[in-house]
């Protein structure tokens, strides 16, 4: 049966898109992945006839193909669409990228609460991306998310150039530490999925 990961914050700048590429790119050897790229800008839909690895397509139907792949990761655009309460019912995880500011924090709040009237708080996880080396105000922020009771992942997503160029170089391969942040975030989404 398909699994449904949807990535979702209101706020843009926060890297979802960059995110999806690379956990979807992190799955393709061993899983049939697809992406659904929502998003207006169409970022990843761009590059559907270059990524020959896994699917990325802004067709929804495919959210009806489920035996067809083993992961769809579905790309948000930057604010809350209408759609957004019907695919975070339809979500087996639904991942929430935040740049740890007070501006993410505040943003957050949105999206938060439609997971909770959901009921859906124990299906999402917020993911710490972009993250700036030598700071306390990750701590901080992580310390303000508790009051939301949704889990924070244990793996913070470096603000790495790797990352960004990763989309160009499929996937993360030559530069250890964001390799290593891919594979223990992949794990934490496969764990959370069980």
Known sequence: MTKKILITHQKGGVGKSTLTFNLAQNLCNNSRVAILDMDLQGSLAQLSSIVKEFTITTDRFILKKHNEFDFIFID???????????????????LIPT????????????????????????????????????????????????????????????????????????????????????????????????
Request: net charge positive; no cysteine.
């Open 99 to 194: 740049k740890a500011g007070v501006l993410d924090l505040m943003a957050i709040k949105s999206t938060i609460s439609l997971i909770s009237a959901a009921n859906k708080q124990s299906s999402a996880m917020i993911v710490f991306n972009m993250v700036k080396p030598n700071t306390t105000l990750t701590k901080d922020i992580r310390e303000s998310l508790k009051s939301f009771k949704i889990k924070v992942a244990n793996t913070h997503v470096s603000d790495l150039v790797s990352f960004t160029r990763s989309i160009l170089l499929k996937g993360v391969k030559e530069n250890n530490k964001a390799l290593r942040q891919m594979d223990n975030l992949t794990k934490e989404v496969l764990t959370s999925l069980l």
């Open 76 to 94: 948000t655009p930057p604010y809350l669409s209408n759609e957004l309460e019907s695919l975070i019912q339809i979500a087996d995880l639904i």
